[in-house]
Each structure stands twice: as C-alpha cells, then as structure tokens.
T-cell receptor, first 111, second 118 residues
Framework: SQQGEEDPQALSIQEGENATMNCSYK?????LQWYRQNSGRGLVHLIL?????REKHSGRLRVTLDTSKKSSSLLITASRAADTASYFC???????????FGGGTRVLVKP | GAVVSQHPSWVICKSGTSVKIECRSL??????MFWYRQFPKQSLMLMAT?????????EQGVEKDKFLINHASLTLSTLTVTSAHPEDSSFYIC??????????????FGPGTRLTVL
C-alpha cells in the first residue's frame, strides 16, 4: 500500500520559478528519499534525508523533513525546462526493509 | 558507480506466453533486489523483495506463481511473468541495494522494462 501522499499531483511553472512539492507519510521512518523520473525511464536518486535531519541541500534542491508532522518537502530553485519530470518521495520505514513510494508530483517547467 | 541494468528495455509478447526480465547490478554486489511495477501516470508499487540465495518475499496481492523471481547471484535477479495477459502490461522496474553502505536502504534503480502483452 502507498504510505506517502504527495501534493500537488501536478505542477506547471515557468522556467526560473521555484517548484515546491510535499510528501506526507504515516509510520516511523529511518529516512526519506526523493527520486526523479523522466517519462518512460527509470528513477534517479536525488537526495536522502535521515530521520534525525531537518534540512538538506544538494545543488538547486532543498529538502526538509518534519518528523513530528510526518511530512517532507522538496524545493527546486530556479527551475529549468530539463527539470520537467515526475518526482516521488519514498520512505524507508523503521520496521521492514523496503521503500514505500508516494503518488508522485508531475512537474512541467515551461521555457 | 552503483549502476543497475535491465534487459530487455521493452518487450511485446502474445497472451499466454512467458517473459523473463533480467536485472543486473554492474559494479556492486546487491544483497537485496526489489521488483516494482508501474502503471501509466501512477507510482511504483513494490511487487517483491529478493535476497540472494533465498526465496523472494511477495507483497500482498502479488501472485508468486505468476511472477517468478530468482536471485541466483549477488549481481543478477530475474523476474518471469508466466502466462502473460494484457492486464500484465506495465512498466517493470528493478532496484538493487547493498545494506553494507552504512545501513541505509539506498536503492539503485534500473531503467525499467516496458512489457506489452497483446
């Protein structure tokens, strides 16, 4: 079953704008990961944030994690047309050895 | 590093035939491999988890006799869709993990296999 819920389901922005998407989950986690998927392709790992971390940066990506609210956000700054893709959060649950994916956010960056 | 390949990248088959998909970790030993399926515009759904040398653990609702998984070595896992039907048409993605990497469940994903059953 899907643990993560992502919103929005779809996002359309202009190049240069920021894109923010959110992920909520239900159980205790070891870490939360964000992935990108271009249409018809495999997943690319973007960033992993551990349960004891609150914020992490990687290039134009900024991820926050609030374990009290069981939520995470992914911010893409100064978006580019090449950022057009679907973005998924995935939780590594404290009990178990598997990732559970959210529903994904489809991002369209218009040039 | 941490490259995972899948073969074939796409396959079209007739209803009733079986299809085998391979997943290989090219530059690391994968203690665990995972198989997902993804329908259009939907998220990834975990089908099963396989550990090298042992039987796969299937998620609820996934028929183990229909989706045969073999993880015979630390670099290769195969998924065989037996007696495929049109409803099995989907994008199948594998991932590989090596828990030795600091205990993190960081999975490296293959490029996926598009299965179309006519």
């Amino acid at each position: 079953s899907q643990q993560g819920e992502e919103d929005p389901q779809a996002l359309s922005i202009q190049e240069g704008e920021n894109a923010t998407m959110n992920c909520s989950y239900k159980t205790s986690i070891n870490n939360l990961q964000w992935y990108r998927q271009n249409s018809g392709r495999g997943l690319v790992h973007l960033i992993l944030i551990r349960s004891n971390e609150r914020e992490k940066h990687s290039g134009r990506l900024r991820v926050t994690l609030d374990t009290s609210k069981k939520s995470s956000s992914l911010l893409i700054t100064a978006s580019r047309a090449a950022d057009t893709a679907s973005y998924f959060c995935a939780t590594d649950e404290a009990a178990g050895n598997k990732l559970t994916f959210g529903g994904g956010t489809r991002v369209l960056v218009k040039p | 590093g941490a490259v995972v390949s899948q073969h074939p990248s796409w396959v079209i088959c007739k209803s009733g035939t079986s299809v085998k998909i391979e997943c290989r970790s090219l530059d690391f030993q994968a203690t665990t491999m995972f198989w997902y399926r993804q329908f259009p515009k939907q998220s990834l759904m975990l089908m099963a988890t396989s550990n090298e040398g042992s039987k796969a653990t299937y998620e609820q609702g996934v028929e183990k006799d229909k989706f045969l998984i073999n993880h015979a070595s630390l670099t290769l896992s195969t998924l065989t869709v037996t007696s495929a039907h049109p409803e099995d048409s989907s994008f199948y993605i594998c991932s590989a993990s090596n828990r030795a990497s600091g205990g993190l469940n960081e999975q490296f994903f293959g490029p996926g296999t598009r299965l179309t059953v006519l």
